[in-house]
């Protein structure tokens, strides 16, 4: 067998193993036929703890620099058929969440703009990571604009769109048709921004879906309670959902009652609760979350919008 062929089956052989023993094993194995091949490097970057993994980012930029060379600048498409297209993905995605962990915003807002620009279908989560760099910055034209850009609709950007209103314009009708529009994309991200979700206990799993909603809230909690007024504007109509959708415990439902006093939408809230009371108890989740959202946006918008 050629080193070529002895090379594709480490390959191979490396993106189904599981046993870290293993992974640095093949890691290895891949890193003697070729010194600098981006996998080995890569698996072997995956597997140090977090402190050694920031400390070694400069790792991941060789790796990501000798790929780049190997394709002759980025892959042509996500879906590239060469084994490096995965690679280059997941090579800037760390190098992103890296750098914004060590906080040098600018590296990691290179990188994760680079990883948007590869992936335009949300395969990996650069969204997340490009928008915070950006709310961080506190470059809110620029959020704006990346919007108007990138064919996704995604919350983290909506969640974005609707921080760099707020900055930009204030609380207004377009303000709030952003945070609404943001809400209806997934309704469990603001419970888990707000710490209003009880999450399964640690040795319990997710779930993927809401696995990728609390990435998400981690990543715009900062952002959303950095002030009083951003984390007052996502409460309500937050605790409006949670209300009519039953997530909400009794200190929280006097928080919204609380809220509501001097609103002028005491009665529309009343309103609306009966009508949820008196719904199926059975009702489907999704289809609860949907009524809610649009009767919601009936109360909190002019009519027209």
Same mark, same amino acid.
Request: include cysteine; charged fraction near 30%.
């Given at each position: 067998?050629?080193?070529t062929q002895?090379? =594709?089956q480490?390959?191979e052989?490396?993106m @189904?193993a599981?046993?870290p023993?293993e992974?640095?094993r093949i890691?290895g194995?891949i890193?003697t036929?070729d010194?600098?091949?981006p996998?080995?490097h890569?698996a072997l !970057?995956e597997l140090?703890?977090?402190?050694?993994? +920031?400390n070694s980012l400069g /790792?991941?930029?060789?790796?990501?620099?000798?790929?780049r060379? #190997?394709?002759?600048?980025?892959?042509?498409?996500l879906y590239d058929e060469?084994?490096?297209?995965e690679?280059y993905g997941?090579?800037?995605?760390h190098?992103a969440?890296?750098?914004?962990?060590?906080?040098?915003?600018?590296?990691?807002l290179?990188f $994760?703009?680079?990883l948007?620009?590869f992936?335009?279908?949300g395969v990996?989560?650069?969204?997340?990571?490009?928008?915070?760099c950006?709310?961080?910055l506190? &470059?809110?034209d #620029?959020?704006l604009e990346?919007?108007? =850009? @990138?064919?996704?609709?995604?919350?983290?950007?909506?969640?974005?769109?609707?921080?760099?209103l +707020?900055e930009t314009?204030g609380?207004?009708?377009?303000?709030?048709?952003?945070?609404l529009n943001?809400?209806?994309?997934d %309704?469990n991200?603001?419970f888990?921004?707000l710490?209003?979700?009880?999450?399964p206990e640690? @040795?319990e799993?997710?779930?993927?879906?809401?696995?990728?909603?609390?990435? &998400?809230a981690?990543y715009l &909690? %900062?952002? !959303?309670t950095e002030? /009083?007024?951003?984390?007052?504007?996502l $409460?309500l109509?937050?605790l409006?959902l949670?209300s009519l %959708?039953?997530?909400?415990?009794?200190?929280d /439902?006097?928080?919204l009652?609380?809220?509501l006093?001097?609103?002028?939408l005491?009665d529309?809230v009343?309103?609306? &609760?009966?009508e949820?009371?008196?719904?199926d108890a059975?009702? @489907?989740p999704d289809?609860?979350? /949907?009524w809610?959202? =649009?009767?919601?946006m009936k109360l909190l918008?002019?009519e027209?919008?």
């Amino acid at each position: 067998m050629s080193d070529t062929q002895n090379l =594709e089956q480490l390959l191979e052989a490396l993106m @189904d193993a599981e046993d870290p023993k293993e992974v640095r094993r093949i890691a290895g194995s891949i890193l003697t036929l070729d010194g600098s091949h981006p996998a080995g490097h890569l698996a072997l !970057w995956e597997l140090m703890e977090e402190e050694e993994s +920031l400390n070694s980012l400069g /790792q991941l930029e060789k790796a990501l620099a000798e790929t780049r060379k #190997r394709f002759g600048g980025a892959p042509a498409s996500l879906y590239d058929e060469n084994p490096l297209t995965e690679i280059y993905g997941a090579l800037l995605m760390h190098l992103a969440f890296g750098f914004h962990a060590k906080e040098e915003l600018e590296r990691a807002l290179a990188f $994760a703009q680079d990883l948007v620009a590869f992936d335009d279908e949300g395969v990996y989560p650069g969204r997340t990571v490009f928008y915070r760099c950006l709310l961080d910055l506190k &470059q809110y034209d #620029r959020i704006l604009e990346a919007l108007e =850009e @990138d064919p996704l609709e995604t919350p983290v950007g909506e969640h974005a769109r609707t921080l760099a209103l +707020l900055e930009t314009k204030g609380v207004c009708d377009e303000t709030m048709e952003a945070l609404l529009n943001a809400l209806s994309l997934d %309704t469990n991200l603001p419970f888990l921004i707000l710490d209003l979700t009880i999450l399964p206990e640690e @040795d319990e799993e997710l779930g993927a879906e809401l696995e990728e909603t609390f990435h &998400q809230a981690v990543y715009l &909690q %900062t952002p !959303w309670t950095e002030t /009083q007024e951003r984390a007052s504007f996502l $409460a309500l109509p937050t605790l409006i959902l949670g209300s009519l %959708t039953g997530r909400l415990e009794q200190e929280d /439902q006097e928080a919204l009652e609380e809220m509501l006093k001097d609103s002028g939408l005491e009665d529309g809230v009343a309103r609306l &609760q009966a009508e949820a009371a008196a719904r199926d108890a059975d009702e @489907d989740p999704d289809e609860r979350d /949907q009524w809610a959202m =649009e009767e919601l946006m009936k109360l909190l918008l002019p009519e027209g919008n």
